[in-house]
Nanobody, 125 residues
Framework: EVQLQASGGGLVQAGGSLRLSCATS????????IAWFRQAPGKEREGVSG????????YYSNAVKGRFTVSSDTASRTVYLQMNNLRPEDTAVYYC??????????????????WGQGTQVTVSS
């Protein structure tokens, strides 16, 4: 059974940093891609970043490029999202998702089958 568990959210001031973690189990890490999405109140879920388990290639939305960094630790099967220089508009519930490696870089949330529970990120101005 594929399982994902996101953690690390919190309240931070603008300009601050947070690191989200996504612990995974139940699938061959090298055959999958992991993505981070976020959803703000009243808005659609949007793709933020992703990483391919097969080759480590990373992906970022224009909104977070240069501020967020995605990485993975294959030994612990954990994917991280380091978020720096946070802005109030980054406030959202953040989710990690997993699916086959061919979906790596795809920001269409409807295509991703496996989801962790969300973790709230709140950035105050």
């Amino acid at each position: 059974e594929v399982q994902l568990q996101a953690s690390g959210g919190g309240l931070v001031q603008a300009g601050g940093s947070l690191r989200l973690s996504c612990a995974t189990s139940g699938f061959n890490f090298a055959d999958y891609a992991i993505a981070w999405f976020r959803q703000a109140p009243g808005k659609e879920r949007e793709g933020v970043s992703g990483i391919s388990g097969s080759d480590g290639e990373t992906y970022y939305s224009n909104a977070v490029k240069g501020r967020f960094t995605v990485s993975s630790d294959t030994a612990s099967r954990t994917v991280y999202l380091q978020m720096n220089n946070l802005r109030p508009e980054d406030t959202a519930v953040y989710y990690c998702a997993a699916d086959v490696a061919s979906l790596a870089g795809n920001s269409d949330s409807y295509l991703w089958r496996y989801w962790g529970q969300g973790t709230q990120v709140t950035v105050s101005s």
